[in-house]
């Protein structure tokens, strides 16, 4: 604080996801109808029900591309163990959210930041999907990764930055436990996200 001369206001995982879905929701049409938005970070994971503005239903969970590269693929290998344990990881974490998120229903499926941003880019990339994440170009992506068999080999995936390659296999583990948990079999990118969500959230305390 001293540093920025600035008060540092810290928010909790489901007012990140509020502030989120903002940022998400001023980026895509309004007549989506009900839209699940799913935000993978480094250390959590945002899944946000809404339509057009508001938020109907959030959740943060300690699940995110750094810590579950580093708790399931340490060593930089990545076996069908490793990644299935990280799977499983996921999966068990979803479960005390799937029966409320599921009940509540939704149209479309929307990724934001980072790490569905990369997925998606890399599975155009090496032709397995023309159009963000499916269920097939997911599974021939995860195919890939493991054939490829280390985190260092991974530079041989079309589309995928030398920053985001570090972390990539434990964010792609997530996706994939969402995608098993909540039965999705198509997830759209988006450019909104975190940042945007704050700009109009702090607009929004001065002006409608």
Same mark, same amino acid.
């Given at each position: !604080?001293?540093?920025?001369?600035?008060?540092?206001? @810290? @928010?909790?995982?489901?007012? &990140? $996801?509020?502030?989120?879905?903002?940022?998400?929701?001023?980026?895509?049409?309004?007549?989506?109808?009900?839209?699940? @938005?799913?935000?993978?970070?480094?250390?959590?994971?945002?899944?946000?029900?809404? &339509?057009?503005? &508001?938020?109907?239903?959030?959740?943060?969970?300690? !699940?995110?591309?750094?810590?579950?590269?580093?708790?399931?693929?340490?060593? *930089?290998?990545?076996?069908?163990?490793?990644?299935?344990?990280?799977?499983?990881? *996921?999966?068990?974490?979803? !479960?005390?959210?799937?029966?409320?998120?599921?009940?509540? *229903?939704?149209?479309?499926? /929307?990724? $934001?930041?980072? +790490?569905?941003?990369?997925?998606?880019?890399?599975? !155009?990339?090496?032709?397995?999907?023309?159009?963000?994440?499916?269920?097939?170009?997911?599974?021939?992506? /995860?195919?890939?990764?493991?054939?490829?068999? +280390?985190?260092?080999?991974?530079?041989?995936?079309?589309?995928?930055? +030398?920053?985001?390659?570090?972390?990539?296999? *434990?964010?792609?583990?997530?996706?994939?436990?969402?995608?098993?948990?909540?039965?999705?079999?198509?997830?759209?990118?988006?450019?909104?996200?975190?940042?945007?969500?704050?700009?109009?959230?702090?607009?929004?305390?001065?002006?409608?």
């Amino acid at each position: !604080m001293d540093a920025l001369g600035k008060p540092i206001e @810290v @928010v909790s995982g489901r007012e &990140e $996801a509020r502030i989120l879905y903002l940022g998400v929701s001023h980026s895509l049409p309004s007549d989506q109808g009900r839209r699940l @938005v799913i935000d993978i970070g480094g250390g959590s994971t945002e899944l946000i029900i809404g &339509e057009e503005f &508001e938020p109907l239903l959030r959740e943060s969970l300690y !699940m995110g591309c750094v810590n579950y590269t580093n708790k399931f693929f340490s060593d *930089g290998i990545i076996s069908q163990q490793n990644f299935n344990n990280a799977v499983l990881h *996921g999966r068990r974490q979803l !479960m005390s959210i799937v029966s409320r998120f599921s009940q509540e *229903g939704w149209n479309i499926v /929307i990724g $934001a930041s980072g +790490t569905m941003r990369a997925t998606s880019e890399v599975i !155009m990339a090496n032709g397995y999907s023309t159009n963000g994440i499916d269920e097939n170009g997911l599974n021939q992506l /995860i195919e890939r990764c493991l054939n490829l068999a +280390t985190i260092e080999n991974l530079n041989q995936l079309n589309g995928l930055s +030398t920053r985001r390659l570090p972390v990539f296999i *434990g964010g792609l583990a997530i996706i994939k436990a969402l995608c098993d948990s909540l039965l999705l079999d198509k997830i759209e990118c988006c450019t909104g996200a975190l940042r945007e969500g704050i700009d109009y959230d702090l607009s929004g305390r001065f002006h409608h």
